[in-house]
């Protein structure tokens, strides 16, 4: 089993920048992938973005160019660097881990206000 714990959401104005954290622990040897997910008041949880063991990462169109996934491998933390935000991308911030299962974190709120 894999543990995840969030950071970093809060409120931020249309155009500001915020930055997630993701800490796993447990049997973190066994990871594949981690990743963000977002679900916004009565949408489903969709795919933010993904980082891979060998680093290789994947976005999804609405936030390809804007936000950055990476990993420091020493802290098994992942982040989430999210810039020129816009109100649309306001919701819940799910970290996601991969491995012979799969973990969830508990969900960080990100708003951005117009």
């Known amino acids: 089993q894999v543990q995840l714990v969030e950071s970093g959401g809060g409120l931020v104005q249309a155009g500001g920048s915020l930055r997630l954290s993701c800490a796993a622990s447990?049997?973190?040897?066994?990871?594949?992938?981690m990743g963000w997910y977002r679900q916004a008041p009565g949408k489903q949880r969709d795919f933010v973005a993904r980082i891979n063991r060998s680093s290789f990462t994947m976005y999804s169109n609405s936030v390809k160019g804007r936000f950055t996934i990476s990993r420091d491998n020493a802290k098994n933390t992942v982040y989430l660097q999210m810039n020129s935000l816009k109100p649309e991308d306001t919701a819940v911030y799910y970290c996601?881990?991969?491995?012979?299962?799969?973990?969830w974190g508990q969900g960080t709120q990100v708003t951005v206000s117009s």
């Open positions: 996601h881990a991969q491995y012979n299962g799969e973990s």
């Open positions: 447990g049997s973190i040897f066994s990871l594949l992938a």
